[in-house]
């Protein structure tokens, strides 16, 4: 928006209920529950206001941005789900709410990076905006945006570039984004003998879209193992493809050793998921424990692990 002279940028959040997507009735689409494929144009449009509300939208941005209509001069929007989170289950044991993915992995390392640390390494928590299908915008996972904040720390420490790679090269990425659990409906969606489970444990994700090999889930069973956090793994079906994640795709520009993990969850990408309480303590202790260590490569695929 325009202040003056200046181009400035501001978060808004219109916050009400304000947009609602409207289902089409099954009487009007007999067939849905044989199968429906949505078309984004036609059923994917959201409803703002009646006839009365036409040309009223921006003016509902420009008042909640606390500015007039007229000095806007671009937008992104984003419409999101409202519906509040809530824990439920026999237990207390689920956790549902919307954006889930990957937000759990998000607040559980993030949870972690500030309670852990250890003197002799530098802590990195790379959160990027826009995800796996927009990883190359400028902010993205394939954009240069953690390889030059990497550098810029090194040069503010006063290293050469070789040792900034030599950095890199003894470095260790855990790539946390979340993971399919075994769906009580449906398990033949799953592979016969890796089939993560809710509140079960952090799960060691292999594909050949994901940087996880024999070395770096190793090294991530092994701090887990002495934390006594438990482990799971996950793997497509053979006969089924699977989703993308941000470590393979940080690898092009930072190459270092990585794991993709992920917490087990249902419903995933929908507009209201789930997952399980005691995975998300489970992540926390991981991820202050990874953080807490200090580990060297020695070469030859062997790591030297210090607390």
Not at 133 to 147: C, D, R, V
Not at 196 to 202: A, F, L, S, T, V
Request: aromatic share 8%; proline share 3%; glycine share 10%.
């Amino acid at each position: 928006m325009k202040e003056g002279n200046r181009i400035a940028t501001k978060l808004v959040k219109v916050d009400r209920d304000l947009l609602m997507i409207p289902n089409l009735a099954i009487h009007f689409n007999r067939e849905v529950n044989d199968g429906y494929k949505y078309n984004a144009q036609v059923d994917m449009l959201p409803l703002y206001g009646g006839a009365d509300a036409k040309g009223t939208f921006m003016e509902t941005v420009a008042e909640s941005a606390g500015v007039k209509k007229e000095d806007i001069l671009g937008h992104d929007l984003y419409l999101y789900n409202r519906v509040p989170g809530s824990i439920w289950g026999a237990s207390g044991e689920f956790l549902s709410c919307g954006r889930l993915d990957d937000l759990q992995c998000a607040f559980s390392t993030l949870k972690g990076f500030l309670e852990g640390g250890h003197p002799d390494c530098v802590s990195v928590h790379a959160v990027f905006d826009n995800e796996e299908i927009g990883s190359l915008t400028k902010q993205g996972a394939n954009s240069t945006f953690l390889e030059d904040v990497l550098r810029r720390i090194n040069s503010a420490m006063g290293r050469s570039g070789e040792e900034y790679l030599m950095a890199i090269a003894s470095s260790f990425m855990v790539s946390a984004d979340n993971a399919h659990a075994a769906h009580p409906n449906h398990g033949e969606k799953s592979d016969p003998i890796n089939r993560p489970y809710m509140n079960e444990g952090i799960v060691i994700k292999y594909s050949t879209k994901y940087a996880t090999d024999g070395l770096s889930a190793a090294v991530f069973r092994a701090l887990c193992q002495e934390e006594g956090v438990p482990c799971q793994a996950f793997t497509n079906r053979s006969d089924m493809a699977g989703g993308s994640t941000l470590g393979n795709i940080s690898n092009s520009h930072v190459a270092l050793n990585t794991v993709n993990i992920g917490l087990p969850q249902l419903s995933m990408h929908s507009p209201y998921e789930t997952a399980g309480i005691k995975d998300t303590c489970y992540l926390i202790r991981a991820a202050k424990r990874f953080y807490s260590t200090s580990m060297k490569a020695m070469g030859s695929g062997s790591y030297e692990v210090r607390q």
